[in-house]
């Protein structure tokens, strides 16, 4: 079979992402793009699963998150790390059991 050219816009990270992975395989983006293309001729299918998270879950997400933001603010706990609420937590913790 000839082999022909054909050309792509693409996300200048996701070129560089995916070749450090091809290469890492031993193999050029080309060879990647050309296996991925012979997956989907042989399988006659996208050859992992696309799905599409429902808005209404996106935004009970954000919401929460929100919610959260919202509430460090009120706790005082917003420019806090993690490191600093997890000691805060512990310190409670141990209040609580020494009583």
């Known amino acids: ?3 022909v050219n054909y ?3 693409l996300e200048e990270t996701d070129k560089k992402e995916a ?3 091809f290469n890492q395989l031993g193999l050029t983006l080309a060879a990647g793009i050309n296996v991925y293309l012979k997956a989907v001729g042989q399988r006659k299918k ?3 699963t696309l ?3 429902e808005k209404s ?3 009970k997400l954000g919401e929460a998150f929100e919610a959260m933001q919202k509430q460090s603010v009120l706790n ?3 420019d806090m790390t993690m490191d600093e609420i997890n000691s805060m937590i512990a ?3 141990r209040e609580e059991h020494a009583r």
């Open 76 to 78: 005082g706990t917003d």
């Open 46 to 48: 996208i050859p992992f």
């Open 91 to 93: 310190e409670c913790k």
């Open 51 to 53: 799905e599409v998270v």
């Open 7 to 9: 050309t792509i816009r």
């Open 1 to 3: 079979m000839a082999a």
């Open 57 to 59: 879950a996106r935004t």
């Open 19 to 21: 070749e450090q992975v």
